[in-house]
């Protein structure tokens, strides 16, 4: 007996005013079996996505709860202070930029249920995006397949939907540097795909530029794995080879060849180890630079406020009493 809906709908809000209206009017409109949710989290958006937001949450046909975040913490952040207010069985979590059709949503979800997977990502025939985007999804994606054991051929996007159980495991994460696929790796191999449409974007441009791209590679690449550590030991073993048959080399032309003095060892040394122990510094650096962050507790999400539609009050009321009198029992 529960009065908890059969699904979430998680959707971070960034720069999303001219979006988010048509797409929860669009989910509204669907029929779910168990009820459905919508949670809005506003990743502190520079536009008026607040005030729109706030508006749709007033005259919300459904269950509605709005995060409103204290500043910008990026997507993965906003989508994991989001989880944490999903009450679904099932919760789903999609862009707010009406690039996946709302009607997909039934289609995942449909697939989820019925298949028993735990993890159901999208994956898609042909995305509406930039080149150097497509090539750096794909790029992203292959890293993914080594160092986070995921499937081949699965593509981690950010259409996916999660059963209560995952949501409830990766939630339990508070470092500062989520990576919701990372996690979903982490807790579950239960995984499937489902092939949908990707449309053009609707309103504006996207929100990810190079450099955010490149901070969540390092947020998948140094926080879920140590690979890059051994490889930096196994590179330095290698190197090292390598540096010693350059000595010799060296070494012989200076025995038969007129060189200047000092010419050998400096050579060996400029050219082959400055540039390799300074990687492997950064590299080392990065780990110890984020251990540092996640030792002084840096936030993950601040909420500054959370606001409920009249349904969703509803709803967590009804859950309260449900879990007084399970306790009762």
């Known amino acids: 007996m529960t009065s908890s809906p059969a699904l979430s709908i998680v959707i971070p809000v960034y720069n999303g005013a001219g979006s988010i209206g048509e ?30 937001c706030r508006g749709l949450l007033a005259r919300a046909k459904l269950p509605m709860t709005l995060v409103n975040l204290s500043r ?26 009406l690039q996946n059709p709302p009607s997909e949503v039934l289609r995942l979800l449909q697939y989820a249920q019925s298949s028993g997977k735990e993890a159901v990502y999208a994956f898609y025939a042909h995305k509406e995006h930039a ?4 090539l750096g999804s794909r790029f992203t994606n292959r890293v993914a397949d080594w160092l986070l054991d995921k499937p081949k051929g699965l593509y981690l996007s950010s259409f996916r939907c999660l059963s209560a159980f995952v949501v409830g495991e990766i939630t339990r994460y508070e ?15 239960s ?25 969540l590679w390092l947020n998948m690449v140094v926080n879920f ?9 196994f590179g330095g073993f290698a190197l090292g080879l390598i540096g010693l048959l350059g000595t010799l080399w060296v070494v012989i032309e200076a025995l038969f060849d007129e060189t200047p003095p ?19 510094l950064g590299l080392i650096g ?9 030792a002084n507790r840096k936030p993950q999400s601040v909420v500054k406020d959370v606001t409920q539609s009249a349904a969703a009050e509803k709803l967590r009321q009804g859950d309260d009493r449900l879990g007084t009198l399970a306790m009762r029992r």
């Open 23 to 52: 797409l929860v009017a669009a989910l509204e409109s669907l029929e779910v079996p168990g009820g459905h949710e919508i949670v809005l989290v506003n990743d502190c958006s520079p536009d008026d996505s607040l005030a729109v």
């Open 131 to 134: 080149l150097w985007r497509n």
């Open 191 to 215: 995984l499937g795909r489902v092939e949908v449409q990707h449309l053009p974007r609707a309103h504006g441009r996207s929100n990810y530029t190079l450099r955010r791209l490149v901070r």
């Open 225 to 233: 794995s140590v690979m890059p550590l051994r490889l930096a030991t």
């Open 175 to 189: 470092g500062p540097f989520p990576y919701v696929d990372g996690l979903v790796l982490q807790v579950t191999q």
């Open 72 to 97: 910008n913490f990026g997507e993965h952040n906003a989508v994991m202070a989001g989880l944490r207010q999903a009450a679904g069985a099932h919760v789903i979590t999609m862009d707010d930029d």
């Open 286 to 294: 990065e780990y110890l630079g984020r251990l540092y962050l996640t």
């Open 262 to 280: 000092g010419w050998a060892s400096i050579s060996v040394a400029v050219l082959l180890l400055s540039g390799v122990q300074l990687s492997m």
